[in-house]
Nanobody, 124 residues
Framework: QVQLVESGGGLVQAGGSLTLSCVLSGRALGSYGMAWFRQAPGKERVFVAAIGWSGRETDYTDSVKGRFTISRDDAKNTVYLQMNRLLPEDTAVYFC?????????????????WGQGTQVTVSS
């Protein structure tokens, strides 16, 4: 059974940085496409970043390009989201998701497994 556990969230001032981690257990990470989504209070869950199974393909929503970096360490079964120059509008619960077909896509539908989320709060 695949499980995802996120960590690394917290409270940070605008302009600061955080690194989120997502550990996949129950299977080897290597064949999975992975993504980060976020959900702000009162809003729907939206795509943030994705990485394909090989690590060569990445994709970002426009609002985080140049500030966030998604990466993976298959030896540690972990995916990361490095977040720099954080803005108050980045405040949300961040979820990681796994797609065993290996794609790194924006559509949440292919992702069979989801973590419980980690809270990121950016103060102005």
């Amino acid at each position: 059974q695949v499980q995802l556990v996120e960590s690394g969230g917290g409270l940070v001032q605008a302009g600061g940085s955080l690194t989120l981690s997502c550990v996949l257990s129950g299977r080897a990470l290597g064949s999975y496409g992975m993504a980060w989504f976020r959900q702000a209070p009162g809003k729907e869950r939206v795509f943030v970043a994705a990485i394909g199974w090989s690590g060569r393909e990445t994709d970002y929503t426009d609002s985080v390009k140049g500030r966030f970096t998604i990466s993976r360490d298959d030896a540690k079964n972990t995916v990361y989201l490095q977040m720099n120059r954080l803005l108050p509008e980045d405040t949300a619960v961040y979820f990681c998701a796994a797609d065993r077909a290996g794609r790194g896509v924006r559509d949440p539908a292919p992702y069979e497994n989801w973590g419980q989320g980690t809270q990121v709060t950016v103060s102005s």
